[in-house]
C-alpha cells in the first residue's frame, strides 16, 4: 500500500456516510485505513467543529461520542503515511441508530498545542478533554475548568508523552517529606468556588462533603465533593484518579504479549473479560484466525465473569440500601463459580488466560461436569435473591424513580451497557454487532423503560440468567478443535511444531524471548463487557510492543454523569445511585 | 438477698449480658448468613467478647482535636448510664427488681428521652461532619418515635389501671395484654427499635451513608460504651416487651426468672433476625412513616381501647 492509495477518499468511503462528503468537499479529509474498518478521516483543526456538530445534527445522528483520546506521533515510525504531526487528537463518535462508528484525527503541532473544545457539543468531552490535557499537555481552547483529571493536582510533566520515563526506576526515589505532605493534602481540598458553587444562599451555609475517597459505599477509592442543604444533594463533583496505575503508558512499555496480565485488573472484577477486547484488536491486526473450539471457550469464560461481576453488583447494591444478607449468599455462589474457574485457569479473579491467537490451555478434563452442576444449581437460588432483593418493598420505595435518566441523556453522556438499556436502548454489542461467535447463540437482551436504579439491578439479574442459558449452550455445543492458531503472530506459539523443524523453532525463540512481533496498523476492537462498552484502540509501529494502547472502558463515562441524575435528591438516594451504576474504580482510572 | 446486693448484682449480669448479646447477635447473624462468625476464642468463640474488651480497654483514649473535650467525653457515659437507670424499674422475676414505685413507666419514657442527649452530643461535639449528619438525623427520628412510643404505651395503662411495671405484669395473670393490644405491641415494637436505632432504623450510623454517623470519631472504650450501650438498649426494649404485653415473668412449670430471659430472649433474636432481613428506609420516609402512619394509629388504638374499656365499666 503506497501513501496516496491510503489517503484517497474512494467512492466506497463515499458511500458509508454520504451526508458528510454532501456538505464538505473531500479535499478537505484524508483517508486512513485502518484494520477495524471504522471509518477513519483526518480532518484539520479549524474544521473539526464544525465536522462534529454536523455529524451530531444528521438523521441517525452519530449522537455519542464514544471515544476522545490523544496520541504523541512524534516517535512514529511510518510518519509518511498519513498527516501526521507532533500530536494526534482521536474522536470516536457512535450512531447507535446506525450501530456504526466513526473517527475523526486531528494532527496538532507541538507549538502551539492546543485545540478547540467541544464541551459545548458533547457533555462527557469534559472529563475526556481534562484527561488528554493531564497525559498529553494538549489545552483544550475554552474548556471550563482543564485542571489534572487521573494525576495529582501536584504532578508535574505530562506521562503519556513518549519522553516521560515508563519506568520508576527511571526517575529518583521517591520520598515524602512532612513538606511535602502539606502541599500535597492542601491541593486536595475541594475549593468549591472553582466549580462555580456559592456557599451559601439566602438562609443557610451549604455544607461541602468530601465523600470518599474512603467511604464505606464509593466501591473503592472514589471522591465526591457534595454541596449539600441538610442532607440535599445541590451539586456534586466527582473526583477520580486516586486508582490510576498508567496501564496505557505500561502497554507501551510491555511485549503485545506481556500486557495481558495488566488488562485483567482494568476492571479488576471482569477477569478475562477485558482480554477479550485487547485481544480481538489484536488478531484482528494480525489476521489470526482461531478455531470455533478457542472462540466459544471465551465466550463461556466471559460469560461466567459477567455472572461474577453482576453477582458483586447485586450484593452490594442490596448491601448498600441497607439489606446486609444478600452478599454473604451471592458471595458463597461466587466461591463456587470462582472454584470452576480456578480448575479451568488455575487462577480466580486474574486468569490472564487469554492468548494471542488461543488460550493458554485447553479445558480440563470434567470441566463440563462442574459447568453443568453451577448452571444447574445457581438459577433456582438468583430466583430467591431476586425475591429476597427486587421485591422487597423497602429497596423498592429506595430504588424505584432515583438515579433516572432518559435514553438522550445516556447517549450524551456516553452510557452504555445495562445502564443504557435500563432506559429502552436495545443496544447490546453481543447482538448488534456479534463477535467471537455469539450470533450462533441463542439469547435475549433484557431491556427496561425506567431508566432508574431499580431497573438497572433487574437488568442486570436478567442478564445473569442470560448468561446462564449461553453458558449451557457452549457446554452442549463444545466444539472439537485446536486451542491455538497456527499464526506466526500467536504467543505462545504451539510448541510441537517447534520441535520438528528449524524455522517454527526460530520463530517460537523470538516470540517467547523478544515477543511477537505484530504487523504496522492500527486496529480497535469493542466488546460487550461487564459494566458496558470495553474497548482497546491499538497503534502498532511494527515493533514487538504497541505505540499507543487506548483503553476505552465503560466506568468513566459513567461517573461523569453522578451529578445530573443526583442534584435534588438526598444523600442516600446518591449512594443507591452509586450502586446502580456499578463500577469499578480501576475500570474508570486505569 | 440484702437490698444492696441485688441492683449490684443485676448491674453485672447486665453489663455481662450486654457484652454477650455482641457474641450471640455475630454468631447467629452468620448462622443466618451462610458464615461461622467467631468462633475461635473459648468453646464456641464465647471469649470472644473478653478478648475484644481486653482490645478496646487497651487502645489508645484519643480525642479528636477538633472535639469539644468534655462533651465528647460525657456523651458515651450518658447512654450507658440512662439504659442501665431504665433496668431499675424492670421486674425480672417477683422479688426480683431494684426499684419498685408507681411511675415506673413514665420514668422509663423520661430515661429514654434522656438518652437521646447522648447521641445529639457525641455528634455536635465530634465537630466532624458525618457525625453532625448523624446527629441531626437521631434529633429528628428518636423525637418523631417517641411521641408515639408513649401513645402506645398508654393502651397498657388504660388496661392495667397503673403506671407501675408490676402492678401490669400482676394485671396479665390471666391473660397476655398482647391478646389486648395486638396494634400496641406492633407500634411499641417499631418505636422500640427507633428508639435503640438498630436496623432497618439504624439512620443516625448509616454505615453505607455516613460512615458511622454520630461516632464516627469515636474509639476505644468511649466506642465500646455506645457499643455496649445499643446492646443493653435492645436487651431493654426486649425486656420491656415482655413485660409490658407478654406477661412478664409469669408462666407455667418453669421459674419466673427463666420465663423471662427465655421471652426476652426470643426479642433478642428477633432484633437480630430484622437486621439480617430488612434493608434501610430513607430518613425522609421514615419520618413520613412515623408521622402520617404511625402517630395516627397509635391515637386510634389510644381511642379503641379507652372506649372499650370505658364501655365496659357501663
Known amino acids: 500500500m503506497t501513501a496516496e492509495n491510503n489517503n484517497k477518499i474512494t467512492d466506497e468511503l463515499i458511500a458509508q456516510i454520504p451526508e458528510l462528503f454532501k456538505q464538505f468537499n473531500k479535499e478537505h479529509f484524508a483517508a486512513q485505513t485502518t484494520c477495524d474498518d471504522i471509518v477513519t478521516l483526518w480532518v484539520s483543526s479549524k474544521r473539526i467543529i464544525a465536522i462534529l456538530s454536523f455529524m451530531k445534527s444528521i438523521t441517525d445522528p452519530f449522537d455519542m461520542l464514544y471515544d476522545l483520546y490523544a496520541v504523541d506521533e512524534r516517535l512514529r515510525l511510518d510518519k509518511n503515511q498519513y498527516p501526521i504531526l507532533d500530536f494526534t487528537v482521536v474522536y470516536q463518535l457512535l450512531s447507535i441508530n446506525r450501530n456504526k462508528h466513526i473517527r475523526f484525527k486531528v494532527a496538532l503541532d507541538e507549538t502551539p498545542l492546543e485545540i478547540a473544545t467541544i464541551t459545548h457539543l458533547f457533555k462527557n468531552a469534559n472529563w475526556y478533554e481534562r484527561e488528554a490535557w493531564d497525559l498529553f499537555g494538549i489545552t483544550f481552547i475554552d474548556h471550563p475548568l482543564l485542571t489534572r483529571i487521573l494525576l495529582p493536582p501536584t504532578f508535574k510533566g505530562h506521562p503519556l508523552r513518549k519522553e516521560f520515563p515508563g519506568r520508576a526506576t527511571e526517575n529518583d526515589p521517591f520520598t515524602l517529606d512532612e513538606q511535602k505532605l502539606q502541599k500535597e493534602q492542601q491541593a486536595l481540598k475541594f475549593i468549591p468556588e472553582q466549580w462555580g458553587m456559592k456557599k451559601s444562599n439566602d438562609d443557610n451555609d451549604y455544607m461541602f462533603l468530601n465523600l470518599g475517597p474512603n467511604h464505606p459505599s464509593v466501591h473503592g477509592v472514589f471522591r465526591i465533593a457534595l454541596q449539600l442543604d441538610g442532607e440535599r444533594v445541590i451539586d456534586a463533583v466527582p473526583d477520580i484518579g486516586f486508582h490510576h496505575r498508567g496501564a496505557e503508558k505500561i502497554a507501551e512499555r510491555q511485549t503485545w504479549h506481556g500486557f495481558i496480565p495488566y488488562t485483567d485488573r482494568i476492571d479488576y472484577l471482569g477477569g478475562v473479560m477485558n482480554n477479550f477486547p485487547y485481544i480481538l484488536a489484536i488478531e484482528k491486526l494480525a489476521g489470526i484466525e482461531v478455531s470455533e473450539r478457542v472462540k466459544c471457550i471465551r465466550v463461556m469464560l466471559s460469560e461466567c465473569f459477567r455472572i461474577l461481576s453482576h453477582m458483586l453488583f447485586f450484593g452490594t447494591f442490596a448491601q448498600d440500601i441497607g439489606q446486609l444478607s444478600p452478599i454473604f449468599y451471592l458471595f458463597i455462589d461466587r466461591e463456587k463459580l470462582f472454584a470452576i474457574i480456578e480448575a479451568i485457569t488455575g487462577a480466580r479473579m486474574h486468569p490472564s488466560w487469554f492468548r494471542i491467537g488461543g488460550l493458554a490451555q485447553d479445558l480440563p478434563q470434567g470441566w463440563d461436569k462442574m459447568m453443568l452442576e453451577f448452571t444447574d444449581y445457581f438459577p433456582n437460588k438468583l430466583d430467591e435473591y431476586e425475591v429476597m432483593v427486587m421485591q422487597n418493598s423497602i429497596i423498592k420505595i429506595r430504588s424505584i424513580g432515583i438515579g433516572q435518566y432518559t435514553k438522550q441523556q445516556a447517549i450524551d453522556w456516553g452510557v452504555t451497557g445495562p445502564g443504557l438499556r435500563a432506559t429502552g436502548c436495545d443496544y447490546d454489542l453481543r447482538k448488534v454487532s456479534p463477535y467471537s461467535g455469539y450470533e450462533n447463540y441463542d439469547f435475549t437482551v433484557p431491556l427496561d423503560d425506567q431508566g432508574d436504579a431499580y431497573a438497572r439491578c433487574k437488568l442486570r439479574v436478567e442478564e445473569m440468567r442470560q448468561s446462564i442459558r449461553i453458558i449451557k449452550q457452549c457446554i452442549k455445543h463444545m466444539p472439537q478443535g485446536p486451542y491455538k492458531a497456527e499464526h506466526p503472530c500467536t504467543t505462545p506459539p504451539m510448541n510441537n511444531l517447534s520441535k520438528n523443524d528449524i524455522e517454527t523453532q526460530i520463530q517460537h525463540f523470538l516470540n517467547t524471548s523478544w515477543g511477537a512481533v505484530m504487523p504496522n496498523g492500527e486496529s480497535s476492537f469493542a466488546v460487550e463487557a461487564t459494566k458496558g462498552i470495553n474497548s482497546y484502540s491499538i497503534i502498532s509501529d511494527g515493533t514487538s510492543s504497541s505505540y499507543r494502547t487506548r483503553i476505552r472502558t465503560p466506568s468513566f463515562p459513567h461517573l461523569q454523569m453522578i451529578p445530573e441524575i443526583s442534584k435534588g435528591l438526598m444523600l442516600a438516594d446518591l449512594i443507591v445511585i452509586i450502586a446502580s451504576i456499578d463500577f469499578v474504580m480501576a475500570d474508570v482510572d486505569r | ?314
Not at chain 2, 447473624?29 to 474488651?53: C, E, I, K, T
Not at chain 2, 424492670?90 to 447521641?119: E, G, K, M, R, T
Not at chain 2, 393490644?181 to 406492633?186: M, S
Open chain 2, 1 to 314: 438477698m440484702t437490698s444492696w446486693l441485688t441492683p449490684l448484682i443485676i448491674l453485672i449480669v447486665l453489663l455481662l449480658l450486654g457484652a454477650w448479646s455482641i457474641w450471640l447477635e455475630r454468631r447467629v447473624l452468620a448462622l443466618w448468613q451462610d458464615r461461622l462468625g467467631p468462633n475461635r476464642v473459648g468453646p464456641f468463640g464465647l471469649l470472644q467478647v473478653v478478648a475484644d474488651m481486653i482490645k478496646i480497654f487497651t487502645k489508645e483514649d484519643w480525642v479528636p482535636p477538633f472535639a469539644d473535650k468534655v462533651l465528647f467525653i460525657i456523651s458515651p457515659m450518658i447512654v450507658m448510664i440512662m439504659t442501665l437507670l431504665g433496668f431499675a424499674i424492670i421486674p425480672f422475676a417477683p422479688n426480683i427488681q431494684i426499684a419498685q414505685f408507681d411511675h415506673a413507666l413514665l420514668f422509663l419514657l423520661a430515661i429514654s428521652s434522656l438518652s437521646v442527649y447522648s447521641i445529639m452530643l457525641a455528634g455536635f461535639s465530634s465537630n466532624s461532619k458525618y457525625a453532625l449528619l448523624g446527629a441531626m438525623r437521631t434529633a429528628a427520628q428518636m423525637i418523631s418515635y417517641e411521641v408515639f412510643m408513649g401513645l402506645a404505651l398508654m393502651g397498657v395503662v388504660i388496661l392495667a389501671d397503673d403506671f407501675s411495671l408490676s402492678a401490669i405484669v400482676a394485671a396479665q395473670a390471666d391473660v397476655w395484654f398482647i391478646c389486648y393490644q395486638p396494634l400496641g405491641f406492633v407500634l411499641f415494637f417499631i418505636a422500640g427499635i427507633a428508639e435503640i436505632h438498630r436496623a432497618p432504623f439504624d439512620l443516625p450510623e448509616a454505615e453505607t451513608e455516613i460512615v458511622a454517623g454520630f461516632h464516627t470519631e469515636y474509639s476505644s472504650m468511649k466506642f465500646g460504651m455506645f457499643f455496649i450501650g445499643e446492646y443493653l438498649g435492645v436487651i431493654l426494649i426486649s425486656s420491656l416487651i415482655t413485660t409490658l404485653y407478654f406477661g412478664g415473668w409469669q408462666g407455667p412449670f418453669l421459674p419466673p426468672l427463666l420465663w423471662f430471659i427465655l421471652k426476652t430472649g426470643f426479642f433478642i433474636l428477633f432484633f437480630i433476625l430484622l437486621r439480617a432481613a430488612i434493608p434501610r428506609p430513607r430518613y425522609d420516609q421514615l419520618m413520613v412513616f412515623a408521622w402520617y402512619i404511625l402517630l395516627p394509629l397509635s391515637l386510634l388504638n389510644l381511642l379503641v381501647t379507652g372506649a372499650v374499656k370505658l364501655s365496659l365499666l357501663g
